[in-house]
């Protein structure tokens, strides 16, 4: 991996692959071609059997891989199914920032996977918090357990761009950082009414506060010309980043 100043536009761009089956996965490669050069597959595309067979179609046609599966199980669990992913051609993988001897483990198996730490998912809110026993604002909680994943060896985390000004802030320059529920500037059209993130910021927003990838996937999808829009969005990206 170039080193993170050196990360091409393009590259910062993960398009979330939030699919059920493989037919509708390399519909989604087809139709967006070389306007996206990584792609995120979650737990739909698992539960559905066809996660190895897209992941390996995403490998063959030369394309970055992040697998979000957000591991979280007793220690030795976890080490044996980041283990597993070191075979596979991917750079990114999630696991939950939970206790430090899972995390931990974690690490010490990734050999050269580079591992994020999920801190709080931008659907929660202060209040989500609250209702499951976690005090403090959001932001605060995330810095918190970006702190944790750090020193148990985890190369970054996944955040809100809302987040990021404390956050580097507190842990520096050099904490890899991915952020989801990334928006169009401007009012929620129909599909944002209905959007589930709660905790988001624009393009330009998240890469001046400081992260170093996002995670896009209802903006794209629902796009009337969905190859257009992440272009678009490079295009922002580049912009923001001179």
């Known amino acids: 991996m170039p080193p993170r100043a050196a990360i ?27 306007a996206v050069s990584f792609y995120k597959i979650g737990l739909e595309l698992l539960s559905g059997g066809d996660y190895f067979p897209v992941l390996d179609e995403l490998a ?29 051609p991917v750079t990114f993988a999630t696991v939950h920032c939970d206790s430090r001897a899972m995390l931990e483990a974690a690490a010490a198996a990734k050999g050269s996977l580079r591992l994020l730490a999920v801190t709080v998912l931008t659907s929660n809110d202060a209040d989500d918090l609250a209702a499951l026993g976690v005090a403090g604002e959001p932001a605060d909680v995330v810095i918190e357990r970006a702190h944790l994943a750090q020193a148990a060896g985890i190369d970054g985390v996944v955040c809100s761009g809302a987040d990021l000004p404390r956050l580097r802030d507190a842990l520096g320059p050099n904490l890899l950082t991915v952020c989801p529920g990334i928006r169009p500037a401007g009012p929620p059209g129909d599909d944002q009414t209905r959007d589930d993130q709660k905790r988001t910021v624009d393009v330009a927003t998240a890469f001046a506060q400081g992260a170093d990838y996002i995670v896009v996937g209802r903006p794209i999808r629902h796009a009337s010309d969905p190859r257009a829009m992440a272009e678009s969005m490079v295009s922002q990206i580049a912009a923001a980043m001179d």
């Open 8 to 34: 091409p536009a393009r590259d910062r761009l993960i398009f979330a692959l939030d699919v059920p089956d493989r037919s509708e996965a390399v519909a989604w490669m087809d139709r967006l071609g070389d």
């Open 60 to 88: 063959k046609r030369g394309k970055k891989i992040f697998a979000d599966l957000k591991f979280h199980d007793v220690p030795a669990t976890v080490a044996g199914a980041i283990r597993g992913l070191t075979q596979r």
